[in-house]
Structure formats: C-alpha cells, structure tokens
C-alpha cells in the first residue's frame, strides 16, 4: 500500500486479557517507531527498530509491553494481561532511514491511522 | 531535559487570520523540529519542519520560525481556513530519530 497501515482499527479488551496489535509499515522502510497517544495528549516514544533489531525500548510503560519485528517489515506491538491505563491510540510510525551510525537525522516519520485500544 | 512544552492548548481564529503556535525545547541535543498536523481519527501528518541552522522556513503558507538562543520555536499559518481546523503538534528529535512531541494545539478556524 502506500501509506503505513495499522490493524485491528479499534480494540476492546477486558481487563486481563493478551492484546497484539499490527503495524504494516511503507515497504522499505528501514526505521519503525511505536508511540502512545492518550486522549487529549501528544504521541509518546515507545520503542524503535531498525531493520529487525529493536533499538530503544526505553518508552515501554512495563515488562507487559513487549514489541517485535521480526523480518525488518511487519511489526507486532503485544500488551499481556491489559489495565484500564493502557488504554490509548497506539500509533506505528514508518521512515526510509535510520538517524543512527550517521544515518539520516530527521528524516521524515510517516504515521499509520492509529488503533484504539480500550480496556474495561 | 526531554520536554517540549506547546502554547496554547487551544486557539479560535478567523477565517483569512494568522494562527501562531509557540513551542519550547530544552534539550540542546534535538536538532529537528517538525510540525505535524492531526485530524480526529487519523494518524499525524507532517506539515513542515525546520534544522536549527535556518531561522526560518517558509512552505505555502506555514511558516516556521526557531529561535536557537531561545530554544523557541513557533508555526505560523497565513490566511487560516477552515480546512486547517486539526489538532497541530510541534516535536523534536536528536541522534535517535525518536520524536519527543508537545502536548498539542486544537485549532478551529470559524468560516
């Protein structure tokens, strides 16, 4: 597709339950980035991969939270046993390169529509 | 040192006015400032974005002005219309790529 697709659209978790969500991001794109976005907030960094190898995990909230990329494309975000906390639109970003080992700094970030979780 | 605070939170303006939204960085490290544009439902959309070696870019009419000294830096939409009623955010990021972004700016443009 052209854009970075996101699935399922809307989530609804009971509290407790394993949650996967799916990132498709723009083909060829080395760069993935996972962001939180509570109601009325700004995004907020989760986690990065570059290629297959997960970077920076320094946003995720808890050990709950565990994300994986495993081919360098499709991204896989997991929430185990959900809290009404976690309840947010996660956002999966996409861009050509990396800013790391001299890469490209800034490079534009292409962002999916989003799933909405919610955890009752 | 990881904060970008945005001002205001929200903002009414006329159609054919000036929008200005203002952000403020603390780390000295970023050296990428993007504006990114949000309607309901979807997913952030870059709008412009500056490098702190320019103090001012200007594409149609956004316009982005950066303040190094300041750590300051501000949006500007020219005759605003109603079509540009979103959600705006101002971010930042350093070596990682990763964008640290400000709380957010709801604007409505009244026809």
């Known amino acids: 597709g052209a854009g970075v697709s996101q699935s399922p659209r809307y989530k609804v978790a009971k509290r407790g339950q394993d949650v996967a969500l799916r990132c498709d991001p723009i083909s060829g794109h080395v760069s993935l980035f996972w962001y939180q976005q509570a109601l009325g907030q700004g995004p907020e960094f989760l986690t990065y991969f570059q290629n297959e190898a997960q970077l920076d995990k320094s946003g995720l909230p808890s050990d709950r939270f565990f994300a994986e990329r495993p081919e360098g494309s499709v991204s896989t975000l997991k929430i185990q046993r959900t809290q009404q906390e976690d309840s947010a639109v996660y956002l999966c970003?996409?861009?050509?390169?990396?800013?790391?080992?001299?890469?490209?700094?800034?490079?534009?970030?292409?962002f999916g529509p989003g799933t909405r979780l919610t955890v009752l | 040192q990881q904060q970008v605070k945005q001002s205001p939170q929200s903002l009414i303006v006329q159609k054919g006015g000036i929008s200005i939204i203002n952000c403020a960085y603390e780390n000295t490290a970023f050296d990428y400032f993007p504006w990114y544009q949000q309607f309901p439902g979807k997913g952030p959309a870059l709008l412009i974005a500056?490098?702190?070696?320019?103090s001012e870019k200007k594409e149609g009419r956004f316009t982005i002005s950066f303040n190094k000294s300041a750590k300051q830096f501000s949006l500007h939409i020219m005759d605003s219309q109603p079509g540009d009623s979103a959600t705006y955010f101002c971010a930042a990021s350093g070596a990682t790529n990763k964008l640290i972004f400000g709380t957010g700016t709801l604007l409505a443009v009244q026809p």
């Open positions: 970003a996409s861009s050509r390169a990396t800013g790391l080992a001299g890469g490209v700094r800034g490079d534009t970030q292409y």
């Open positions: 500056i490098r702190p070696d320019v």
